[in-house]
C-alpha cells in the first residue's frame, strides 16, 4: 500500500479516502456548511483530545449546526479508523486524524432546514513531517497584500469552517512570491495568522500573540502554549496587537499548529528572524515535546495502538 494511502470512514463506513462517499448535493460541497477538527497523536496517543471537542462544540453552535454524535462514539470511530489504515499500510507511525461534519444533504437551497441529517468523514493519515532542512533553517513567509483576513463580523476565523477559501487565496499570493506560507493582516492592519496555524513573535526575551479579538482561530496548540508549556519553560506570553512595521524590533518568530507543534521563521519577506538551537523558540519546542510526552503518559484510555 503507498504511503500517501489515507483512510476515510464515511458515517461508520470504512473505505479509500479516493473513493466517493457522499452525495453531491451535500451542503458542505455545495456551500461550505460544515465544521472540522483536526487532532494528531504524539507517542501513539491522540493529544488535546477534550480541547479539540470542546472548539468543535463551539463551532457547531455558531453554525446552528446541531451534533448527533457525542465524543465517546466519534472516538470508536477514530479507533476503527486508525485500525484500519494500520492494517492496510503497516504504519506505525503518529497519526492525523480530521473530522469533518457536514449539515448533511436535502434540495438546493440555502435553508438549513432543508438538510436531512449531519454527515460525519473522517481521514487517517502519516501526520505530516516538515522537512529537516525546513525545521533546522525556518520557514520562509510572505504578507498578504491582496486580500485581508475576513472579519469576525462577517465570517469569525474562531469558527473552524469548511470555508477556506480567505486562507487560501492569502496563501496563494504568497506562494506566488517562493513563500512557504502567508501572514494575513485584518481590515485594521493588524497581525492576525498565517493561512493554518498561529503565530508568534519573540521581543527581548518575550512572546507575543495577537489576541482573539484580531480575528484568528483559537488554536489549541496555541492555547496550550500559554497555559501551560511557557510557564513551564520560564518564558512569559503575552497578547499584543502588532502592525507589520513593530515586527522590525522582534528576534524570533515562529508558527503554531496542532500538525508541527511550533515551526521557527526565518523570514518574512525582506525581514530575518533568528533560527537555532540558543533561541526561545527552540526552548519551547522542546518544552512543548516534553508536555506532550507526559500528556501521553497520562491518558492511556486515547491510545491507538
Same mark, same amino acid.
Not at 40 to 64: N, P
Not at 162 to 189: H, T
Not at 220 to 230: D, G
Given at each position: 500500500?503507498?504511503?500517501?494511502?489515507?483512510?476515510?470512514?464515511?458515517?461508520? @463506513?470504512?473505505?479509500? !479516502?479516493?473513493?466517493?462517499?457522499?452525495?453531491? =448535493?451535500?451542503?458542505?460541497?455545495?456551500?461550505?456548511?460544515?465544521? /472540522?477538527?483536526?487532532?494528531?497523536?504524539?507517542?501513539?496517543?491522540?493529544?488535546?483530545?477534550?480541547?479539540?471537542?470542546?472548539?468543535?462544540?463551539?463551532?457547531?453552535?455558531?453554525?446552528?449546526?446541531?451534533?448527533?454524535?457525542?465524543?465517546?462514539?466519534?472516538?470508536?470511530? +477514530?479507533?476503527?479508523?486508525?485500525?484500519?489504515? @494500520?492494517?492496510?499500510?503497516?504504519? !506505525?507511525?503518529?497519526? /492525523?486524524?480530521?473530522?469533518?461534519?457536514?449539515? %448533511?444533504?436535502?434540495?438546493?437551497?440555502?435553508?438549513? !432546514?432543508?438538510?436531512?441529517?449531519?454527515?460525519? &468523514?473522517?481521514? &487517517?493519515? $502519516?501526520?505530516?513531517?516538515?522537512?529537516?532542512?525546513?525545521?533546522?533553517?525556518?520557514?520562509?513567509?510572505? =504578507?498578504?497584500?491582496?486580500?485581508?483576513?475576513? $472579519?469576525?463580523?462577517?465570517?469569525?476565523?474562531?469558527?473552524?469552517? %469548511?470555508? /477556506?477559501?480567505?486562507?487560501?487565496?492569502?496563501?496563494?499570493?504568497?506562494?506566488?512570491?517562493?513563500?512557504?506560507?502567508?501572514?494575513?493582516?485584518?481590515?485594521?492592519?493588524?497581525?492576525?495568522?498565517?493561512?493554518?496555524?498561529?503565530?508568534?513573535?519573540? @521581543?527581548?526575551?518575550?512572546?507575543?500573540?495577537? $489576541?482573539?479579538?484580531?480575528? +484568528?482561530?483559537?488554536?489549541?496548540?496555541?492555547?496550550?502554549?500559554?497555559?501551560?508549556?511557557?510557564?513551564?519553560?520560564?518564558?512569559?506570553?503575552?497578547?499584543?496587537?502588532?502592525?507589520? %512595521?513593530?515586527?522590525?524590533?522582534?528576534?524570533?518568530?515562529?508558527?503554531?499548529?496542532?500538525?508541527?507543534?511550533?515551526?521557527?521563521?526565518? *523570514?518574512?519577506?525582506? =525581514?530575518?528572524?533568528?533560527?537555532?538551537?540558543?533561541?526561545?523558540?527552540?526552548?519551547?519546542?522542546?518544552?512543548? *515535546?516534553?508536555?506532550?510526552?507526559? /500528556?501521553?503518559?497520562?491518558?492511556?484510555?486515547?491510545?491507538?495502538?
Amino acid at each position: 500500500m503507498s504511503p500517501s494511502f489515507i483512510q476515510a470512514n464515511t458515517n461508520g @463506513r470504512l473505505h479509500p !479516502a479516493h473513493e466517493p462517499s457522499l452525495s453531491p =448535493l451535500n451542503r458542505g460541497f455545495l456551500y461550505g456548511d460544515s465544521i /472540522y477538527e483536526v487532532w494528531r497523536t504524539y507517542h501513539g496517543v491522540i493529544f488535546a483530545w477534550d480541547e479539540h471537542w470542546e472548539r468543535l462544540r463551539r463551532s457547531a453552535r455558531a453554525l446552528h449546526l446541531e451534533l448527533p454524535f457525542d465524543p465517546s462514539h466519534i472516538l470508536a470511530e +477514530i479507533r476503527r479508523t486508525a485500525s484500519a489504515h @494500520r492494517e492496510a499500510t503497516g504504519f !506505525a507511525g503518529d497519526r /492525523y486524524i480530521r473530522l469533518q461534519i457536514t449539515r %448533511g444533504s436535502g434540495p438546493i437551497g440555502l435553508d438549513v !432546514a432543508l438538510a436531512e441529517h449531519p454527515d460525519f &468523514v473522517l481521514l &487517517v493519515q $502519516p501526520c505530516p513531517v516538515l522537512a529537516p532542512d525546513k525545521a533546522r533553517a525556518g520557514l520562509r513567509l510572505s =504578507l498578504a497584500t491582496e486580500l485581508r483576513r475576513n $472579519p469576525a463580523a462577517s465570517m469569525d476565523p474562531a469558527w473552524k469552517t %469548511g470555508n /477556506y477559501l480567505n486562507n487560501l487565496l492569502c496563501l496563494r499570493e504568497a506562494k506566488s512570491r517562493g513563500a512557504d506560507e502567508v501572514v494575513m493582516l485584518n481590515l485594521n492592519g493588524e497581525v492576525t495568522e498565517a493561512a493554518v496555524s498561529n503565530i508568534a513573535f519573540v @521581543r527581548d526575551g518575550e512572546v507575543l500573540t495577537s $489576541p482573539l479579538a484580531a480575528g +484568528i482561530l483559537s488554536g489549541v496548540t496555541r492555547r496550550v502554549l500559554i497555559e501551560r508549556v511557557a510557564a513551564a519553560a520560564g518564558v512569559v506570553v503575552r497578547e499584543a496587537t502588532l502592525r507589520p %512595521g513593530d515586527l522590525m524590533g522582534c528576534d524570533e518568530c515562529f508558527l503554531l499548529s496542532t500538525t508541527r507543534d511550533l515551526v521557527p521563521v526565518a *523570514a518574512i519577506d525582506a =525581514l530575518a528572524f533568528r533560527v537555532g538551537a540558543d533561541t526561545v523558540t527552540t526552548k519551547l519546542k522542546a518544552a512543548f *515535546a516534553a508536555a506532550a510526552q507526559a /500528556y501521553a503518559r497520562a491518558h492511556p484510555e486515547l491510545s491507538l495502538e
